[in-house]
């Protein structure tokens, strides 16, 4: 059997109380089945009968300026400056994958040198961006069904996390960069980051490290 083995130290953490919109920075983050506490419990739906996504969430995806504004009051507007009708919904949470995301700045670095510029994590819109341990050198794959471990809370690793156009937006002026996209697709396989699943509950915080388990 391996031994544990570190891989990384946590330097920012995040939640994003409407899915889609700004998130918040933390400093301790409660983790349980559902997540980060306070993560996507909300989300705006769309009403508009005629829309491709209707009775569906209004994402990122959809509109380049929703990462940019916090309040769902704000969000709605924008909405209907394109003719598009959106109501929030609190019953969450709502994810489009697994509760828990995690990045590392090593595999940010490498779509950073693709790119040829500095890449804000939040553009991935993760909850966990940690620095990688000196001694781990593995991609995303490398950590698919592993046991993260970060003081009392277990992590699952579960998939790889596959980007669409959203991370091309600058999540402050929610201008776009198509280069960033075609960046992570060709050099990256298109991925950035894991989802995870919480098996143990507790808390986190900046600068805990961050343990792969045997």
């Given at each position: ?122 553009r991935y819109r993760p909850n966990i961006f ?85």
């Amino acid at each position: 059997m391996r031994e544990p083995h570190p891989l990384g130290t946590i330097s920012h953490l995040w939640r994003y109380p409407v899915k889609a919109l700004r998130g918040e920075a933390l400093a301790i983050a409660e983790l349980d089945e559902n997540g980060v506490a306070g993560d996507r419990r909300a989300a705006l739906f769309v009403t508009s009968p005629n829309h491709a996504r209707s009775g569906k969430t209004y994402r990122g995806k959809e509109h380049n300026l929703l990462h940019t504004v916090e309040e769902a009051s704000a969000a709605i507007a924008l909405a209907a400056a394109r003719a598009v009708q959106v109501v929030a919904q609190d019953h969450g949470p709502y994810f489009d994958a697994q509760p828990v995301s995690l990045i590392l700045d090593a595999w940010l670095a490498e779509a950073e040198r693709a790119a040829g510029l500095a890449l804000d994590p939040l553009r991935y819109r993760p909850n966990i961006f940690a620095r990688a341990d000196p001694a781990f050198s593995g991609g995303e794959s490398s950590l698919l069904g592993a046991t993260l471990a970060i003081g009392p809370v277990r992590l699952q690793v579960r998939e790889a996390t596959r980007r669409c156009v959203t991370p091309s937006y600058d999540p402050v002026t929610g201008e776009a960069d198509r280069a960033i996209q075609r960046a992570v697709i060709e050099h990256r396989g298109n991925v950035m980051g894991v989802y995870c699943t919480v098996q143990r509950s507790g808390s986190i915080r900046l600068g805990d490290p961050i343990v792969v388990e045997p």
